[in-house]
């Protein structure tokens, strides 16, 4: 009797064992599942910038560049763009809140692939990405730069001062308004930022292979990492909003988090959409290269919704493993700690509420693993040296 049992639990353990072991059919992709991955990659060229003349000039670039890596921009002279935005970490940085002149609420944004969005900022409070630049370089947290201040620094630099009377024509004198000088820096902000573009990462590369012809098995990714892809555009329906080849829909939802311990509730998008529609410099206004009402549809169009309480931009993919910590505020240190948050969507969250589309997976352990291997195939190369610093 004793025998009979033990072998009966032994059956079921091996049994129980075989079940989480994965099957080569685990990684297989339906039709439906393969059409959705072809839609992730490649990246297509960046959609043009037209309320900025100057977004892809070369000239206008190298001096965004050069104002990108000065901390003299700043009132302590020690914080500069890249401070937050580190080019060794994906362009973003490892604190859970930046930290400029004070600490800000909200953790500091990736900038890979800025060229193919919409909106800026998680709240996407601005329409472009010259007028987003305005914002950190005066923030009392974060550079607090006066425009006199950033006026004096161009002027006070021959390079800086040639390079910007090449594109934009004299500085102006003292006493005028400061606000044209200002937007054109933004405006070389951008065109820097427009070149930050993720290519070539091994998802990839496998998708072009298999765009050839290529078996799925032998096309570069391993089994879990394939079976980790299946879940991202299959059961675990990641897709929904990290959709198409920047792995975002560029628009704004409210995912559940719980209140964070230390931070006042957030209202994100729904104060963001208030703050896009009455900003001089959003794609309406005198700063505007192109006003028309087509170029800034989505602008016109654009409601203050209750549905918008607490939602965020849904960020980018590409090179997330280089970017931790996540989340507007930072709060999760690792990929598996956002991956046990879908899986596990456990709290309400203190405002608004989380979009209905988004239920638990109760992932075991086995397809939390796959699901995190298939986002480190998301980096893409490394950027050319030479963009990575003050030029
Ligand atoms: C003190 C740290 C800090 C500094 C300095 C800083 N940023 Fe940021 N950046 C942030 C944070 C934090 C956010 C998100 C803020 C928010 O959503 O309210 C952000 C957001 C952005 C975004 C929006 C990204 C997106 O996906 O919408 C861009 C672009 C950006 N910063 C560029 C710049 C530029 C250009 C400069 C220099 C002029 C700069 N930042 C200086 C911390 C910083
Ligand atoms: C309903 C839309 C939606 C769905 C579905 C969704 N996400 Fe997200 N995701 C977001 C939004 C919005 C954020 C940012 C939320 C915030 O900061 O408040 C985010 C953040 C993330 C981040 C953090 C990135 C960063 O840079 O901070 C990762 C990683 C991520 N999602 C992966 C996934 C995976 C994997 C799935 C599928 C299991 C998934 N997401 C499903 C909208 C979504």
Not at 189 to 214: C, H, K, M, P, W
Not at 360 to 368: G, I, M, T
């Amino acid at each position: 009797m004793r025998w009979k049992l033990t072998t009966t639990a032994g059956v079921l353990a091996a049994f129980l064992a075989g079940c989480d072991r994965p099957s080569p059919q685990d990684a297989q992709l339906s039709g439906e599942e393969l059409s959705e991955v072809l839609k992730l990659s490649p990246l297509p060229t960046p959609p043009p910038s037209p309320t900025n003349t100057f977004a892809d000039d070369p000239g206008a670039a190298r001096l965004g560049q050069s104002l990108f890596y000065n901390a003299h921009l700043s009132s302590n002279g020690e914080i500069s763009c890249a401070t937050c935005h580190n080019p060794g970490h994906g362009f973003s940085d490892a604190k859970p809140l930046a930290e400029g002149l004070k600490t800000t609420r909200r953790h500091s944004q990736a900038l890979w692939n800025m060229a193919y969005q919409r909106w800026y900022f998680w709240d996407g409070r601005t329409d472009s990405l010259w007028a987003q630049s305005l914002q950190p370089l005066q923030s009392p947290d974060e550079m607090g730069a006066t425009p006199e201040h950033a006026l004096s620094v161009v002027a006070g630099d021959r390079t800086l001062k040639t390079a910007y009377e090449e594109l934009f024509g004299p500085l102006p004198p003292a006493g005028e308004p400061l606000d044209r000088f200002l937007t054109n820096l933004g405006k070389t902000f951008e065109a820097y930022q427009r070149q930050l573009i993720s290519t070539n990462s091994r998802f990839d590369q496998f998708v072009s292979r298999i765009r050839g012809g290529e078996p799925r098995e032998s096309a570069g990714l391993s089994e879990t990492e394939r079976r980790g892809l299946k879940l991202f555009v299959g059961r675990g329906r990641c897709i929904l909003c990290h959709s198409g080849p920047n792995l975002s829909d560029g628009e704004f939802h409210n995912i559940g988090l719980p209140k964070h311990p230390d931070l006042r509730r957030d209202s994100g998008r729904f104060e963001g959409v208030r703050l896009v529609k009455k900003d001089p410099f959003n794609g309406f206004g005198e700063f505007s290269d192109d006003r028309g009402p087509d170029t800034n549809i989505k602008l016109r169009y654009l409601i203050v919704k209750l549905n918008n309480m607490a939602e965020f931009k849904t960020p980018s993919l590409r090179h997330v493993a280089e970017t931790a910590p996540y989340m507007h505020d930072g709060r999760f240190a690792t990929l598996r700690d956002v991956i046990n948050h879908y899986s596990e969507l456990k709290d309400e969250p203190p405002l608004g509420h989380r979009e209905e589309t988004l239920l638990p997976l109760n992932l075991p352990k086995r397809e939390k693993d796959d699901l995190e291997a298939f986002l480190k195939t998301l980096t893409g190369e490394p950027l050319e040296e030479s963009l990575l610093e003050s030029p």
